[in-house]
């Protein structure tokens, strides 16, 4: 299995609403991450997670909450999210060393309304 | 501050000739450099790498350069296909302290091979 899963791949949800975005790899990779990014921009880094502990937040606000589950899952958790926020948001998964660089999932597409 | 460059929004290459692409950066703290392939609605998908210490690394079509002295590198697809087109990242990844293994992406370049 060389994939991460994304889901869902598309999401539409009001600014009141709480949502959960899930990632999924088995790869053996100890490193997830969160990015998002917006048309015709490149991906912007949100969160870091090493060994199932967050090690790097940019500055994210805390309406985006992630979580580790354990070494094969990541959830992005949503809450009073802003129109602004619309964007698709992209996981990624890698060993900590080595030079492929990380694996990225589809991405889901979110839109706030 | 944009600390990774890719300096062309756009390229456009005849099937069958060389595509380059292109990307400074201004940071010496990174271990590898990486090449991204994005189709629209896809994530990027990894290409290929090169480490801070190498100059050259080739893999089937796509070799990468890399100018240590100039903070520049280039992807090159010789030949081009027309399933080529896409947008292309060059991203630098962090080499210790807090940025370790984080990758920083420039703004891409649009690829349009032309049968």
């Known amino acids: 299995d060389t994939e991460v899963t994304q889901t869902p791949k598309h999401l539409v949800m009001g600014m009141t609403n709480k949502k959960s975005l899930k990632c999924e790899q088995h790869?053996?990779?100890?490193?997830m991450y969160w990015y998002k990014q917006k048309a015709k921009k490149p991906p912007e880094l949100m969160f870091v997670?090493?060994?199932?502990?967050?090690?790097i937040n940019e500055s994210v606000p805390s309406r985006f909450s992630p979580e580790c589950p354990n070494s094969s899952l990541l959830n992005l958790h949503l809450h009073a999210l802003q129109p602004e926020d619309s964007a698709l948001y992209l996981c990624?998964?890698?060993?900590?060393?080595?030079?492929?660089?990380?694996?990225f999932g589809s991405g889901t597409r979110l839109t706030v309304v | 501050d944009q600390q990774v460059k890719q300096n062309s929004p756009s390229l456009s290459v005849q099937e069958g000739r060389i595509s380059i692409l292109n990307c400074d950066y201004t940071n010496s703290m990174f271990d590898y450099f990486l090449w991204y392939k994005k189709y629209p609605a896809e994530g990027p998908t990894f290409l290929i790498s090169i480490s801070s210490i190498k100059d050259k690394n080739e893999d089937g079509r796509f070799t990468v350069f890399l100018n240590k002295s100039a903070k520049h590198l280039s992807l090159h697809i010789v030949p081009s296909q027309p399933g080529d087109s896409a947008v292309y990242f060059c991203a630098a990844r962090g080499a210790g302290g807090t940025s370790y293994g984080k990758l920083t992406f420039g703004q891409g370049t649009i690829l349009t091979v032309h049968p």
């Open positions: 997670y090493s060994y199932e502990k967050l090690s």
């Open positions: 990624a998964s890698s060993h900590l060393q080595g030079a492929r660089g990380y694996t």
């Open positions: 790869m053996g990779h100890r490193a």
